[in-house]
């Protein structure tokens, strides 16, 4: 495997080894029955997934770590309150990577308030290749990242099937040029180089129809997030304005089987923006196939769809495809869009839920002279 598709592999799991070394013959049988049981659990009980992470790439060495999901229900009387989840994924490597993120997706009692937040704590090598559309393998500097990250988000349902928000965050970040005089230090038009902090408040608004937060098999998801980050409040000479939007719909096609679709756009205006915030393309959510930050600049569009089959309840198959790509404030054009596509399975710890444990494996273009672009991915919850 390519050291690319290395960088983006995300986390692989090993419970059927840890579960043979770990558990008696007869607590085996029975824990595999349950785990491949067809029956869905009607009681809405918390459940959780742990994840061991084993990884390894040029970069990081080898990497070990343990990871899971809680998911849970507010009121548990209340069908129609969607799930809570909590997730925690912590590794190291053997050269002194460190990777640190709990997140929480909460909704209370009769959906009231949907309350998300993200903590990171993270050192980690990766490659640099410039900045916009075009980069060139050629090119790739190795830089060493250090960042803490917190983000806090509260939305209240005003009216049904909406969801009005605000939102505080902190970001720190700190950069060791590995690279030996290449295109990162050499480049004058790179900002940031030494990293930075800033702190941003911000607004929400979503709608969502959505049968499901988890799995949703019927409905339509839209949310757009504004943040701004003034000088004030940040060690960095700039004020930062961040837009998001998300939108998705989901139709049932035949008994099993969904086809979604799902677009994002992200953009960050300010002067001078550093690099380390302008979007990035290519994750285990959108555009897959692509290492994160290949290609990176002040705007970034894409658009997917995925036909789902789920063919019993524990199980399921995926086919994916989309297109995508960055550009800088009035260089937009959809003769440079990037492609990819792909699929994967799905296995569903949480029927009832409908929380899964995702396998993936995308593709992406070939640029000249280099390797086709690739990427495998384990990880948890649905890409959209």
Do not use: C
């Not at 742990?50 to 070990?64: A, H, N």
């Not at 559309?133 to 500097?141: I, L, Q, V, Y």
């Not at 304005?241 to 969904?258: G, H, M």
């Not at 658009?303 to 550009?327: H, I, K, P």
């Amino acid at each position: 495997i390519s050291s690319s598709t290395f960088a983006a592999m995300k986390n692989i799991t090993l419970l059927t080894i840890l579960f043979s070394i770990t558990l008696p013959s007869f607590a085996q049988k029975k824990l595999i029955k349950k785990m491949l049981s067809n029956e869905i659990d009607t009681t809405r009980r918390p459940s959780f997934m742990p994840i061991p992470v084993l990884g390894y790439s040029q970069e990081t060495g080898f990497e070990f770590g343990l990871g899971g999901l809680f998911s849970m229900y507010m009121d548990r009387k209340d069908t129609l309150n969607r799930s809570s989840n909590f997730s925690l994924m912590s590794s190291v490597s053997t050269k002194k990577q460190y990777n640190f993120t709990l997140r929480n997706d909460i909704y209370t009692r009769q959906n009231k308030f949907h309350l998300m937040g993200e903590l990171i704590f993270r050192r980690n090598p990766f490659n640099f290749y410039g900045i916009g559309n075009k980069t060139h393998h050629a090119d790739e500097n190795k830089l060493l990242e250090k960042q803490f990250k917190i983000l806090l988000e509260a939305e209240k349902s005003l009216i049904p099937y909406t969801y009005t928000g605000v939102s505080i965050g902190y970001e720190n970040y700190s950069y060791t040029d590995r690279g030996n005089g290449g295109i990162f230090a050499t480049n004058p038009n790179i900002h940031g180089k030494n990293g930075g902090d800033l702190v941003y408040i911000g607004a929400s608004q979503s709608y969502d129809t959505r049968n499901s937060n988890n799995y949703p098999t019927k409905g339509f998801f839209g949310r757009v997030t504004y943040q701004f980050a003034p000088q004030v409040f940040s060690s960095n000479e700039f004020n930062t304005s961040q837009i998001k939007v998300t939108v998705s719909n989901f139709w049932p096609l035949a008994n099993r089987l969904v086809l979604g679709v799902n677009g994002f756009y992200h953009t960050v205006q300010s002067k001078n923006t550093p690099f380390y915030l302008l979007p990035q393309l290519g994750n285990d959510e959108m555009m897959r196939g692509y290492y994160r930050g290949r290609y990176r600049d002040e705007n970034l569009i894409t658009a997917q769809t995925e036909l789902r089959y789920r063919f019993t309840n524990r199980f399921g198959l995926v086919a994916f495809a989309g297109a995508g790509r960055v550009f800088a404030n009035g260089d937009f054009s959809l003769k440079y869009l990037k492609p990819t596509y792909g699929g994967g399975g799905r296995y569903f710890f949480d029927p009832a839920k409908g929380l899964s444990v995702r396998l993936d494996y995308g593709i992406g273009e070939k640029p000249p002279h280099e390797k086709r672009q690739s990427g495998f991915y384990i990880s948890l919850a649905e890409a959209f």
